[in-house]
Structures are given as C-alpha cells and as structure tokens.
C-alpha cells in the first residue's frame, strides 16, 4: 500500500510538473504571438429571430499555437491577463474589427460589432483612447462599435466605469453586459449600470425548454430589459424549441449555434451576403 501511495504520489507531481511545463512554454509563445501574426478573429453572427436579419457580430478571438494549433481562449485568455498583455491585444483587435467592420458596414450598411473587454484593460484607462483611435483611423461609425463588459467588472470598478462608460455613449458606442446570469447576477446592476444591450448567458438558454422557472426568469428579465430601454440579446441559442420559446417573449436578438458557429471574416461577409439576396 506504501508503494502504491508512492507510486500516486509521484504521479501527480510528475503529472503537475507538465501542466506546469507546458503553461510555461505557453506563456513564452504568448508574448510573442501578436508579433508572429498568430492571432485571429472570428465572428459569430447576431439576429433578429422573426425576420432572420443580421444586425451584427461578436468578435471573438483565435490563437493559432505554431506547435499545439488551436488554444481555447478560455485557456489562453487567463494567461495573457496573468503576463499583463491582455489590454494590448484587446487594443488590437478592437483595430481589426474597425477596419473590417468599416469595409463590412460600406458594402451591406449598417452592422455592430462588438468586442470583448477585459477587466484589466479597463483598468488601464486606455480603453478610451483605443477606441478614439480605431474608429478615427477606420473612419468606421461609432455606432457600429460595441463594448461587451461582464459584471464583475463593474462590480470592482462601479465609481470609474460609469465614466468612461457615459463618454463611449455619447460618442456612439453601445455598451453591453455580457454573461448576465452566469454568477450571481444582481438587478441593480440593470439599474446603475448603462446598458444599451443586455447578454443573457448560455446558463439561462440551456434550460429554457425544459425548465418552467428558468423560463418565467427569462421572461421578466427581457421584459425588465425593454422597460428600461435595453435591448436583449440571448447567447448559445442551439435548437429550435429555444429560438421559438425567445421570440415568444420578445427576445431582440439571439447569437448561437442554431444559426452560426464564429466564423472567419470573409465567411461572415458571405453569411452577410446570402441572407440579404431575397
Ligand atoms: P463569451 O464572451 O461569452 O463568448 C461566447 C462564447 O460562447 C464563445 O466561445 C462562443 O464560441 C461560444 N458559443 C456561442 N454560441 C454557442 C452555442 O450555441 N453553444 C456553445 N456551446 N457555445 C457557444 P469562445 O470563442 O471559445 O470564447 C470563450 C470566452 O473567451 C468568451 O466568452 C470570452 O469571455 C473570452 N474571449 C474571447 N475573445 C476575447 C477577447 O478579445 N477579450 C476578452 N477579454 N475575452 C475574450
Ligand atoms: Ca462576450
Ligand atoms: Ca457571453
Ligand atoms: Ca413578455
């Protein structure tokens, strides 16, 4: 039994040091990922459910490894915030999408995208600056852009954020709260934060079908959202039942697999085109 217990033992650790090892060498090819072209945006469409309109995208971010090919951002995403380049990259990408998005919303009119922002960037103060900058060398419209916050974030910075929020509004950015469910979603966030669109998490979709309260809560948050002049949008929407079950209750806008899976830009730009040739 004692060697066996060795035996686990070693095991683990052995086990431990190569997750340690290759979240180190992760960590390498980290830094020098974004000058080595390795990242990349994907889009994942947004729509009107009754009519089937796309009225935008998320941009969601790829990280080609040279070795290991596609990392989950969900692995990749923690790290670059731990190595303190997270700001950086988001300042990239929100680059990237104004210059596509104004190519995109030139040729099919207008279309918002909207990009993530972490914490940490928001932290930073340079989020403004960023996105000054992007949209006046783009010369993309301010209303196509759109900021996605979780709440956390405007739990460790409710005195700051309203600021820097109120001055990307009146420019013409949308601000949107991401992952609302996903925690312990309060609704004075609805009341203190300014939210043009309200992301209702995959959580709450999941068990839309199957689960009366789960719908009834859905219910009254899109109602909630429309008193208060906020627009709904549902995220991993998968089957029909759940886009069925949305535009019953007058859910805005849904973004999930039923309809697209994030796509490379010039995939969305046909995605785009096909559905606006009837
Ligand atoms: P998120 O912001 O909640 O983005 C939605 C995630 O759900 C995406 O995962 C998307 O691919 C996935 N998804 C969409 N529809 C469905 C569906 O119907 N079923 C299922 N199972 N999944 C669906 P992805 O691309 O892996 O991104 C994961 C997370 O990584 C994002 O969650 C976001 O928190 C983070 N992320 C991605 N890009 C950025 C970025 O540029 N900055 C920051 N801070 N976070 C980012
Ligand atoms: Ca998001
Ligand atoms: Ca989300
Ligand atoms: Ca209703």
């Known amino acids: 039994a004692k060697e066996k217990g060795r035996n686990n033992f070693e095991f683990y650790t052995s086990e431990f040091n190569r997750e340690a090892r290759f979240k180190l060498e992760l960590e390498k090819s980290l830094r020098r990922a974004l000058i080595n072209g390795e990242f990349d945006i994907h889009l994942q469409p947004q729509i009107i459910p009754h009519s089937e309109t796309v009225v935008g995208a998320e941009a969601l971010l790829r990280w080609k490894h040279p070795r290991h090919g596609f990392i989950s951002p969900a692995i990749f995403i923690p790290l670059l915030e731990d190595l303190g380049l997270l700001a950086g990259v988001e300042g990239w990408v929100i680059n990237q999408v104004c210059s596509f998005g104004k190519k995109l919303t030139d040729k099919f009119g207008e279309l918002r995208f909207s990009v993530n922002i972490s914490g940490s960037h928001f932290k930073t103060g340079n989020l403004k600056e960023n996105i000054y900058l992007a949209l006046q060398s783009s010369s993309m419209d301010a209303n196509c852009l759109e900021v996605e916050l979780t709440e956390d974030i405007m739990i460790e910075h409710v005195n700051d954020s309203s600021n820097i929020l109120s001055e990307l509004k009146e420019i013409g950015v949308s601000v949107a709260l991401d992952d609302f469910g996903k925690g312990y979603s309060s609704l004075s966030y609805l009341k203190d934060f300014p939210a043009d669109i309200l992301k209702i998490d995959k959580a709450f979709i999941d068990n839309l079908v199957t689960d009366k309260r789960n719908a009834a809560i859905v219910d009254s948050l899109v109602d909630l959202s429309h008193k208060l002049g906020i627009k709904v949008v549902a995220e991993g929407v998968e089957e029909k039942q759940q886009l069925s079950q ?33």
């Open 246 to 278: 949305l535009m019953k209750i007058d859910c805005d806008y849904v973004q999930g697999y039923y309809f697209a899976k994030p796509m490379p830009v010039s995939e969305f730009e046909e995605f785009v085109a096909n559905r606006r040739k009837h």
